[in-house]
């Protein structure tokens, strides 16, 4: 079946350090991407996607790549602030022409940042 | 604008009683999902309505759980004789369409005593 697998948290680090979490999949065909972010008290917000192979999301910052390759779609910061602290989840969304199911997403565990001043 | 609300936000339900949670939508997004996500996990797929037309329901865990979209805008999410292993934060989120992104509501943390 189709998943996604995030690296653990949580993840604690000081302001201005360079972030990355893992993430990587596993699905048929060629999925779309995404990073949701969760601050706390909120609800799930989109960050950045992909829709092919090769495809770098980016926003507010943040990065990810999406390696067919590697099925991986990393998410980086190069400098993190203490208002970038929140959850943040990893999603797959498979190609319409799947059929069935290919309108829902499938998400990570979610991965929780913390960043001290 | 306005986004995805979600009532209540925080519900104390006791086993066997039935609870009902709502969804306003943003206004003129066709399609609606409803995902669960238990504690310290990621959201899992329910169900999703096109307008008022529930396409599908696969992801609601037992006929316990019910939802409808009856004039194609709100959405109520129904769960009848809640049980212990409900408990979870219930997530509304609506689309322009298909293709387009999903905007999530903050969600409803339903507490089965």
């Known amino acids: 079946g189709n998943s996604v697998t995030q690296m653990e948290g949580p993840v604690t680090l000081s302001e201005e350090a360079f972030l990355t979490i893992n993430c990587t999949y596993t699905a048929t065909g060629y999925p779309s991407l995404f990073w949701y972010v969760q601050y706390p008290g909120e609800g799930l917000q989109l960050l950045l996607k992909a829709t092919k192979a090769d495809d770098k999301g980016s926003n507010k910052g943040f990065e990810a790549t999406y390696r067919k390759e590697t099925t991986s779609f990393h998410l980086e910061k190069g400098s993190v602030q203490v208002s970038d602290s929140a959850v943040y989840f990893c999603a797959l969304r498979l190609p319409f022409y799947s059929g069935a199911g290919s309108y829902q997403l499938t998400f990570g565990k979610g991965t929780k940042l913390s960043v001290i001043p | 604008g306005a986004g995805v609300s979600q009532s209540p936000r925080y519900k104390v339900a006791k086993r066997g009683q039935d609870v009902a949670l709502r969804c306003d939508p943003i206004?003129?997004?066709?399609?609606l999902f409803w995902y669960q996500q238990a504690l310290g996990q990621g959201p899992e797929f329910l169900t999703y309505f096109q307008n008022e037309a529930q396409l599908d329901k696969s992801g609601l865990p037992s006929d316990r759980f019910f939802a409808e979209r009856p004039e194609g805008s709100v959405s109520t999410l129904k769960i009848q004789r809640t049980q212990q292993e409900d408990s979870a934060v219930y997530l509304c989120?609506?689309?322009?369409?298909?293709?387009?992104?999903?905007?999530f509501g903050p969600g409803t943390r339903l507490t089965v005593t």
């Open positions: 206004s003129g997004h066709v399609s």
């Open positions: 989120a609506s689309s322009y369409n298909l293709k387009g992104g999903q905007y």
